[in-house]
């Protein structure tokens, strides 16, 4: 257990709807990074907050924003969802840049 | 901008046997390698990483793994495998320095199968 909760484990949709996947970062972490594993583009790097503010984007689509609340906590909102973004999103964490990121179980998400 | 290489996307080896597995990586300043694992259905795990230092760097359940700058590589090892090391494991990099720094840049991934 890397102590990096994420909800819901699963959750299928239809296309064109939106949806908000939750981070809880292990105790003491100050940042919050989010990825996408799917089969063919493989495991990327979204986005990075850090202590509530935007630290860096990847590839992150338009349609796709985040937030970290004053509690540490992060949501990714996915938004006019289509079939190619049914993929597992992970949520890490760390104390800050370049320590350890510690990795949640990923939340599935099924776009039908 | 930074990239990962993994050569060959499945190794099966026998129990007992030496695990190799292949990272390059292309980035403009030395970074920070990594070496996760990913058994099924489960979120990843760092087995290793390099930062600076001895560039032989010993990781969890007996893998370790080697920074060679001269080649750009940063591969796996393991001497002897177990069944249980059957996963998929993921070399990667991140900037030292700068905005980007610690975003992991992965690479696709290397399926370990461990035959009995």
């Known amino acids: 257990d890397s102590g990096v909760t994420q909800t819901p484990k699963h959750l299928i949709t239809a296309t064109g709807q939106r949806v908000t996947l939750r981070c809880s970062p292990r105790?003491?972490?100050?940042?919050v990074y989010w990825y996408q594993q799917s089969l063919d583009q493989g495991l990327q790097f979204l986005i990075q907050?850090?202590?509530?503010?935007?630290?860096a984007k990847g590839n992150i689509l338009e349609r796709f924003s985040a937030q970290q609340f004053p509690d540490l906590h992060s949501e990714l909102n996915l938004s006019s969802l289509e079939l190619g973004d049914s993929a597992l999103y992970f949520c890490?964490?760390?104390?800050?840049?370049?320590?350890?990121?510690?990795f949640g179980p990923g939340t599935r998400l099924t776009v039908l | 901008a930074q990239s990962v290489t993994q050569l060959g996307s499945h190794v099966s080896v026998s129990e007992g046997a030496l695990v190799l597995l292949r990272c390059n990586y292309s980035s403009s300043v030395p970074p920070y390698l990594f070496w996760y694992v990913q058994y099924p259905n489960q979120g990843l795990q760092l087995l290793l990483k390099y930062t600076t230092g001895a560039t032989l760097v010993k990781g969890i359940n007996g893998f370790e793994a080697e920074f060679k700058k001269s080649e750009t590589s940063f591969h796996l090892t393991k001497p002897s495998a177990h069944m249980s090391d059957a996963a998929e494991y993921f070399c990667a990099v991140s900037d030292r320095y700068g905005g980007s720094q610690g975003n992991l840049i992965f690479g696709k991934g290397t399926k370990l199968s461990v035959k009995p």
């Open positions: 907050y850090y202590n509530g503010e935007e630290r």
């Open positions: 105790s003491g972490d100050l940042s």
């Open positions: 890490a964490s760390s104390v800050s840049g370049n320590n350890e990121q510690f």
